[in-house]
């Protein structure tokens, strides 16, 4: 069987534990008939309020690696974020960086075939333009978009990408929350992912990482430290690999917005995995933390992807808590 590795960044909190169970949990109950998974997760903060002992009974499996304490009171969250690619397992055929907030509805295995046999990093087109909070006037947030006349967007990428890579940015993509009543101009991007989900092939994948770790610091700095430095970086990485790209159908990262369910009904039929990441119908750093949220979320009326969302879960869990933290089972490896 082929070998698929799950990477995912953390904070050692309640929220992010409580979540990467709930992934875990829905993974192992999901049908593998030709790939493997393992999970890894990179955690960096401050051990001494770690919570990962009362946890450790439901992170069956779960390969865990602390970011050293340097690298995290030099780089802060960024340091676990660049652990999960600089120490990525080398045995895997495809390595699936994922948030925490995300949560598998149905198996991936098609697409991960397609990304191991065609070669191609994949992903969903990110919903908005970048933060770049440079002399351009430029927003990137869901309420609004990139103001003149969209040349401002294409100087800004050339200006993040100077001294990085020559290889010229292709702009045929588009932001996949941003309509079709928006200015063509606001809407094209480079192949600029969503970090939620992202795969790559072990080749491509050695080829993008050194890059992306040689990138990430220098467009942070350019971008005033935004917190969509890491996703130009990969773009920019990609780019310079010269490596072939897919991007996915939303269905496969399918946010827990209205927007995208207006947008993407059919995919919406289709849901892979849910991203939710929106906090309007519910917190998503509770809903697994304690018993007392977690009924709450089972009594939500809930509609669209988020009932989706909540049917993959009582299908996994059932409707009593899952993580009740009483201590005495199984350990993880930690590394």
């Known amino acids: 069987m082929r070998k698929v590795a799950f990477l995912i960044a953390a904070s050692p909190t309640d929220a992010f534990y409580s979540q990467i169970a709930a992934l875990g949990g829905r993974l192992r109950s999901l049908t593998w008939s030709h790939w493997r998974p393992s999970i890894h997760v990179f955690v960096g903060g401050d051990r001494r309020n770690d919570k990962v002992p009362e946890w450790l009974p439901y992170l069956?499996?779960?390969?865990?690696?602390?970011?050293?304490?340097?690298?995290?009171?030099?780089e802060g969250d960024w340091a676990q974020s660049d652990d999960a690619?600089?120490?990525?397992?080398?045995?895997?055929?495809?390595?699936?960086?994922?948030d925490a907030?995300?949560?598998?509805?149905?198996?991936?295995?098609?697409?991960?075939?397609?990304?191991?046999?065609?070669?191609?990093?994949?992903?969903?087109?990110?919903?908005?333009?970048?933060?770049?909070?440079?002399?351009?006037?430029?927003?990137?947030n869901a309420s609004s978009v990139p103001l003149g006349d969209g040349g401002h967007l294409r100087d800004a990428w050339s200006s993040l990408a100077r001294g990085l890579t020559d290889v010229p940015l292709d702009f045929a993509y588009a932001h996949t929350l941003l309509g079709p009543d928006r200015p063509a101009a606001h809407r094209m991007t480079p192949f600029?992912?969503?970090?939620?989900v992202v795969a790559f092939p072990r080749?491509?994948?050695?080829l993008v990482a050194p890059r992306y770790l040689a990138f990430r610091q220098q467009v942070m700095t350019r971008m005033n430290g935004s917190d969509f430095s890491?996703?130009?970086?990969?773009?920019?990485?990609?780019?310079?690999?010269?490596?072939?790209?897919?991007a996915l159908p939303m269905r496969y990262n399918f946010p827990n917005d209205p927007v995208a369910e207006t947008m993407y009904p059919a995919e919406l039929d289709h849901v892979a995995i849910v991203h939710y990441l929106r906090t309007s119908e519910f917190d998503r750093h509770r809903i697994f933390a304690t018993s007392d949220s977690y009924a709450e979320f089972l009594e939500l009326p809930l509609s669209g992807v988020n009932r989706k969302f909540r049917e993959?879960?009582?299908?996994?869990?059932?409707?009593?808590?899952?993580?009740?933290?009483?201590?005495?089972?199984?350990?993880?490896?930690q590394t």
């Open 230 to 246: 890491g996703q130009v970086a990969l773009t920019l990485a990609i780019a310079d690999a010269r490596v072939r790209t897919w």
């Open 203 to 206: 080749e491509a994948f050695e």
């Open 192 to 196: 600029y992912l969503n970090f939620g």
């Open 85 to 98: 690619i600089r120490f990525a397992p080398r045995d895997a055929d495809v390595l699936l960086a994922l």
């Open 60 to 74: 069956e499996d779960v390969n865990i690696l602390w970011t050293s304490d340097a690298g995290f009171a030099r």
């Open 101 to 140: 907030d995300t949560f598998p509805v149905t198996e991936c295995e098609s697409m991960l075939d397609r990304v191991h046999y065609a070669g191609a990093v994949a992903g969903v087109i990110a919903h908005y333009p970048p933060g770049f909070d440079l002399a351009f006037d430029t927003t990137a």
């Open 312 to 333: 993959a879960v009582i299908a996994t869990f059932g409707t009593r808590y899952p993580f009740p933290r009483d201590g005495g089972a199984s350990r993880p490896r």
